[in-house]
């Protein structure tokens, strides 16, 4: 087993593999940029060693500077974490250059899994299910309809050379197909000089279901279980359950055994996910596998009862998988939202600032992993993931309940974030019902925010307590615009005046 | 004391009271007896008849909400007493109007240059923050003044940006 690991990742999940590491011995070292030297993952881990500028690619995209930390702090291996350099194959392949681990897959297994063409050839011969249709451009109208008629109706026309839905057209019926595939033609020859178009079966209504793999460097693998996590926005994911309401027991072993082949196709090891495009029979395709730990994980973990993170340092540091596909076992069900500091009121924009106040949830069937903390700063210049709240129970249904009294008790003051919207998930008949696919956070948002059953009386409290709060704990004018800011007599003016009022407070 | 609140643009006439540890307010002329105790920074415990609301107080450079259990209110209080607000709120009906950097972030272009005549939701700049960049709209129809924050810089929350007339 190793005794010094380097996490070259920040926020929340270098917080996670910290605490990994502590709970197996491992002397944990951090690296951090201008913008963290007060980040929570600088204050948990047992090293910590500066980087470079806050910009991305001189500090945690910074391989050079990173194995140099490495070799000066005596780590034997590096864990990327998810995002920055974790589906880099050179960085993998520096480590082993540098005679350093990296916890998760070898390079040559990226690469394979990184290049689209590569990756669809070989899991076309390991038999892997793409999405019906033709891989290449369409010779002749006859070919059109063959092919067509083969998949079944609706069918998607795209151009090869295609993107943002130019020389796209939905065919619903055969009477369309010709008109449909001129259409196609000749808008893809204007859009982009190449009037090439393919043809493929039209997932109506399509779900992204995920599944968890695990690989030691024995040759063993398993399945652990999928993820549903067809709630995203600009195809971001938001909300991540385990197990799917839409998988049974039989789909849950087909799909685990078709993403065991995926890893096998192409010697992977470690952790990973193999992503599916899955409609609403249950038939599901291979999109892409993610060669990493993902963001998700905590789902996964909470079902089966392993620790993921744990697993990943075992078999990099050569041991075996300590259990067999038999062993695996999944009860209960997990829940995550991912809390992003953004404004709900404005487009879901990022919104980094000062935290002044926070009160995390606790309680039955709840895990919170953060990467904040009360008075920290969120800078500007990463991604707005701030912590993921986890929720798990009996079943689906207790689970929502929980979370649902957790977000009550959730709060983050001083920057804004998207904690509402899980209210509004999670109280949504269709969500509770499971009826998901990718589209469904753009239509919830179509609606209205209006929270029609808002019952009458919360405005009067509202507003008598913004009185009481004046009277009680008054914001001093300074306080608005970051402290740099205020001049020093607008503070003096502040003070005097918050004096002022307590003493006319207490003669009235 | 006296104020005018609005709660999510409805505009309130409040009045409060101590009372034998208590409180009593007068809300658009209704009268509720409460007990209020602030519990820690920016969250208040208040019970009415028994009942009880735990608010909590969200706020930011830019504004302020109120949270009364899952329920978010956007809240602007008046002292009506207040010369600073009645200036403040004077000043704002009429003239020129300020673009406030909602978030900090880094300023990446300014699209209205100063004299450049703007429609009421034009873009006037793009700041940058967390690799998304937020296009500022102007508040009115109008001709820029001012721009305050060049190219490059790094702008707070709350900060002014630009001011149109």
Redesign the interface.
């Known amino acids: 087993m190793f005794k010094k690991i380097l996490i070259a990742n920040r926020g929340e999940i270098a917080v996670r593999v910290i605490r990994a590491c502590r709970e197996l011995g491992i002397t944990s070292v951090a690296v951090y940029s201008d913008v963290d030297r007060a980040s929570l993952h600088v204050r948990k881990a047992d090293e910590a060693y500066y980087i470079g500028p806050a910009a991305a690619s001189e500090s945690y995209l910074n391989i050079a500077e990173i194995l140099d930390v490495a070799r000066r702090s005596g780590a034997e291996a590096i864990h990327p974490g998810y995002g920055f350099l974790s589906e880099n194959a050179k960085f993998a392949q520096a480590c082993v250059d540098s005679g350093i681990k990296f916890i998760g897959p070898t390079a040559a297994a990226m690469e394979m899994m990184g290049s689209k063409t590569r990756a669809r050839q070989r899991m076309e011969q390991a038999g892997v299910p793409f999405v019906p249709g033709t891989s290449r451009a369409l010779e002749s109208f006859d070919e059109a309809e063959q092919v067509a008629a083969r998949i079944g109706y609706p069918v998607m026309l795209k151009a090869a050379a295609g993107g943002g839905g130019k020389g796209m057209r939905l065919v619903g019926s055969p009477d369309d197909l010709e008109s449909a595939l001129e259409a196609a033609r000749s808008e893809a020859q204007r859009s982009f000089g190449d009037s090439e178009v393919y043809l493929e079966k039209y997932i109506v209504n399509p779900r992204h279901i995920e599944m968890q793999i695990l690989g030691d460097e024995q040759g063993n693998c398993v399945w652990l279980g999928e993820r549903e996590c067809s709630i995203q926005r600009r195809h971001q994911k938001v909300l991540e359950e385990s197990p799917s309401p839409l998988v049974d027991p039989d789909m849950r072993r087909r799909m685990g055994e078709i993403a065991v082949r995926v890893a096998r196709a192409a010697d992977y090891t470690n952790a990973g996910t193999v992503e599916f495009l899955s409609d609403q029979e249950k038939n599901f395709y291979f999109l892409e596998m993610n060669t990493r730990l993902q963001v998700e994980h905590p789902v996964t973990e909470l079902i089966t009862g392993l620790d993921l993170v744990h697993l990943q340092i075992r078999i990099a540091s050569g041991e075996k998988l300590p259990f067999t596909q038999e062993q695996v076992q999944i009860r209960g069900h997990a829940m995550e939202c991912r809390i992003y ?1 953004e ?1 709900p009121d ?1 487009h879901y ?5 000062k935290i ?2 926070l ?1 995390a949830p606790s309680g039955p069937g709840i895990r919170h992993d953060s990467g904040i903390y009360e008075g920290w700063t969120v800078p ?5 993931l701030l912590a993921k709240l986890i929720g798990y129970g009996t079943d689906r249904k207790q689970t929502i309940g929980r979370l ?1 009294r957790a ?2 008790e959730y ?1 983050v ?4 974030t998207n904690l ?1 919207l899980f ?1 509004r998930i999670l109280n949504d008949p269709d969500f509770q019902a499971g009826n998901l696919d990718t589209g469904y956070l753009d239509r919830l948002l179509a609606l209205s925010a209006g ?1 029609a059953s ?1 019952p009458a009386g ?16 008054p ?1 001093a ?1 300074s ?4 402290s ?2 205020g001049g020093g007599d607008r503070n003096g003016t502040s003070s005097w005046k918050r004096t002022a009022r307590a003493e006319g407070l207490r003669s ?1 | 004391m006296t104020y005018e609140v609005t709660i999510d643009g409805k505009s309130h006439r409040l009045e409060l009271e101590r009372a034998d540890g208590l409180w009593q307010c007068r809300l658009d002329g209704r009268q509720i007896r409460l007990d209020a105790v602030l519990t820690r920074r920016d969250v208040l415990s208040v019970l009415i008849d028994g009942k009880a609301y735990e608010v909590k107080r969200e706020r930011t450079p830019t504004d302020m909400h109120l949270w009364v259990g899952a329920e978010r209110f956007a809240v602007e209080l008046r002292d009506p007493r207040s010369l600073r607000s009645r200036k403040g709120s004077a000043a704002d009906e009429r003239g020129a109007k300020k673009l406030v950097a909602p978030m900090p972030g880094r300023v990446v272009r300014v699209l209205a240059p100063a004299q450049t005549e703007v429609e009421a939701g034009q873009g006037v700049m793009v700041v940058e923050a967390m690799k998304m960049q937020n296009e500022l709209k102007s508040p009115k129809k109008g001709v820029v003044q001012k721009v305050l924050a060049a190219e490059g810089a790094a702008v707070n929350a709350g900060d002014v940006l630009a001011i149109v007339e």
Do not use: C
Request: net charge negative; aromatic share 8%; no cysteine.
């Open positions: 500091a404004d404005n924009f990022p919104s980094p600032g002044t106040l009160l500007i210049d990463y991604d707005p649902l977000l009550n709060f003051g001083g920057i804004k509402s209210r929270t808002a919360g405005s009067e409290i509202a507003a008598v307590a913004a009185g009481l709060f004046a009277v009680l704990e914001i004018p306080s608005h615009g970051t740099s800011h009235g």
